[in-house]
């Protein structure tokens, strides 16, 4: 699995699968790091907005390490920068209005 869009789909099917969002974003950002030592070496670049019931009662910390758990396999080769932002339904509904 190399291509952006397999690598954005195995990131939608991992995180849907272990955290059931009811928001889901995945921005492959790679192309703004071309030539950095990561992207030299396959790892991608993505940024992931995500919401979940599974984040209610935990801290940023605790939701990072959700997140990077689901992905874990992937941080291996296919992923080498992921930025997160994690919240719960109630924390998105708020921040959009």
Do not use: W
């Amino acid at each position: 699995m190399n291509t952006e869009n397999d690598r954005v789909g195995m990131i939608r099917e991992y995180l849907t699968t272990a955290l059931h969002p009811t928001h889901l974003e995945i921005e492959d950002e790679s192309h703004k790091h071309i030539g950095h030592a990561g992207a030299r070496q396959g790892g991608g670049h993505f940024h992931v907005s995500i919401v979940s019931n599974s984040f209610t009662g935990k801290k940023a910390l605790e939701r990072h390490r959700m997140v990077y758990a689901c992905l874990s396999d992937a941080m291996r080769h296919e992923i080498h920068a992921l930025s997160i932002k994690a919240f719960t339904p109630e924390e998105f509904n708020s921040s959009e209005e």
